[in-house]
């Protein structure tokens, strides 16, 4: 069964460092998102893609983070400089063409200390 | 008011019970309504998946929607321990629920 695949699983990381998340959605999905989720909330859309293109980036802190998902593929969300208050879990997302059913990786809880 | 209220719980009931799960919503624009399951560390699973006033049923799971009061909910019946997860309402796929977190006793 096809499935998303996140990198790495699990990130501790010091405040103010660099970090970066890697997401490789299902085959032929076009539309990849990227979530933040904090413990004991939904997730949070911060980036969508169709394409290479992005959609939808209201919610991206620009200051700090960035994302991209250059050949319209796979996707890297980054994060410069890390802060205490970005320790959540960060999930990606696929959806086919015009669908509205997503399907998430398993995510990268990333802690900041 | 908030886009979407969701009872954060945790809803405890025991094995083989019926389980309701209801979110209201405050968008009259959304068209689809969607459940998660999340088991604790991993990614959301989509459920359930709606765009009309009504009920659609999925084995044990059944998801109601009734728009002219912005509720939705999602019934689980003949409840089972591996039902213990975090459940999320989703509105055109993109607004998120805060979850209810379940738990079933054997």
């Known amino acids: 069964e096809a499935e998303v695949a996140q990198s790495p699983r699990y990130k501790i990381t010091e405040k103010s460092q660099a970090v970066a998340f890697w997401c490789d959605p299902i085959?032929?999905?076009?539309?990849l998102y990227w979530y933040r989720q904090i413990l004991g909330q939904g997730p949070e859309l911060l980036v969508q893609?169709?394409?290479?293109?992005?959609?939808?980036d209201s919610q991206l802190p620009k200051d700090r983070f960035s994302a991209e998902r250059l050949k319209g593929v796979d996707s890297t969300l980054k994060i410069q400089p890390a802060e205490l208050g970005d320790s959540a879990m960060y999930l990606c997302?696929?959806?086919?063409?015009?669908?509205?059913?997503?399907?998430f990786g398993p995510g990268t809880r990333l802690t900041v200390t | 008011q908030k886009e979407v209220e969701q009872d954060p719980g945790p809803l405890s009931v025991p094995e083989g019970a019926i389980v309701s799960l209801n979110c209201t919503y405050s968008?009259?624009?959304?068209?689809?309504f969607m459940w998660y399951r999340q088991y604790s560390r991993k990614g959301p699973e989509l459920l359930m998946y709606?765009?009309?006033?009504g009920n659609k049923e999925d084995g044990r799971f059944t998801a109601q929607v009734d728009k002219s009061s912005k509720y939705i909910s999602l019934f689980i019946r003949d409840s089972q321990p591996s039902d213990s997860a975090t459940y999320l309402c989703?509105?055109?796929?993109?607004?998120f629920g805060k979850g209810t977190h379940l738990i079933i006793q054997p």
């Open positions: 997302a696929s959806s086919s063409q015009g669908g509205h059913e997503q399907y």
């Open positions: 085959s032929g999905h076009a539309t």
């Open positions: 893609f169709q394409d290479e293109s992005v959609v939808d």
């Open positions: 968008n009259s624009a959304f068209q689809y």
């Open positions: 709606t765009y009309s006033s």
């Open positions: 989703a509105f055109d796929g993109l607004t």
